[in-house]
């Protein structure tokens, strides 16, 4: 891999990061109560179900490649992991620890304020804490650390050029179709794996394998005016939040956001 990489090189690192992270927390402002046909609503869900659905996309994508970049063994893989322990599932493990230990407090010191009394129960420290139930956007770095622990089997598919596009392709048509591993933890279900994401993830991957594919992404985003890329990342962003918002009809509502995404990716290599 090539230290000065025409797509993610230093600068992309630096400022594509900090816009999705902008993106994400605009997606948690997300406010808008009731009747989705007024003119407000269709504002704010332009920007939170639409444009910035492509924040969390480009993270998995950017941790694909992060992990990969420069790391051909499986004794680089371990280390890898091990670093990732630190970085990822202690603050995980901590922040979903703290907010169970505040609902359980809350629930003991005044019992009756929540819609259920938060017990001290195995199962029930399982699904606070590992299963994240009183911290929902924790799903990220949970989705996270699944995937990091398959990173030995993925380092061993990398290794063939024809088996990676494969998985690509059958991840990308599974995600089309909203497919994921969920589990039930006494009545409280829990993705375990989301496709979808695994393959942004795994384009991460591949793009530290395939440098000719970086090429063709690096001379398409030259080639587009940018007025063209910012009218695609918009009609891309307006489908999606229409198909969120259920007023277009759609097997996944979510079926747009790789348009988003890949507009997107595409804008920010032009800038």
């Not at 599974?174 to 933890?185: A, I, N, P, W």
Request: some cysteine; hydrophobic content about 55%; overall charge positive.
């Amino acid at each position: 891999m090539k230290k000065n990489n025409p797509l993610l090189n230093g600068n992309f690192l630096n400022i594509v990061p900090l816009i999705c992270s902008l993106m994400v927390v605009m997606i948690h402002q997300h406010l808008v109560s009731g009747d989705v046909h007024t003119i407000s609503s269709r504002i704010i869900s332009f920007f939170t179900h639409g444009l910035c659905t492509a924040a969390v996309p480009t993270f998995f994508l950017l941790s694909g490649y992060l992990f990969f970049r420069n790391t051909d063994t499986l004794s680089a893989v371990f280390q890898k992991q091990r670093k990732r322990v630190k970085s990822v599932l202690m603050p995980f493990l901590a922040w979903s620890a703290f907010y169970y230990v505040l609902y359980a407090a809350v629930s003991i010191v005044i019992p009756g304020f929540l819609e259920s009394n938060v017990s001290l129960s195995p199962l029930r420290i399982l699904k606070g804490i590992i299963f994240y139930e009183f911290s929902f956007p924790l799903w990220y770095m949970f989705q996270l650390c699944v995937f990091v622990l398959l990173t030995p089997v993925l380092l061993l598919i990398l290794k063939n050029k024809i088996a990676g596009i494969a998985v690509l392709t059958i991840a990308t048509v599974f995600g089309f179709m909203g497919t994921e591993l969920s589990v039930d933890v006494g009545g409280y279900q829990r993705s375990l794996f989301q496709v979808n994401f695994f393959a942004y993830y795994w384009l991460g991957c591949l793009l530290t394998r395939l440098p000719d594919v970086q090429d063709i992404l690096v001379k398409l985003a030259k080639r587009l005016p940018s007025l063209v890329l910012v009218i695609a990342f918009v009609g891309a962003g307006i489908l999606e939040s229409l198909l969120f918002d259920e007023l277009l009809p759609s097997f996944n509502s979510r079926i747009a956001v790789p348009l988003v995404f890949f507009s997107f990716l595409l804008l920010m290599v032009k800038l």
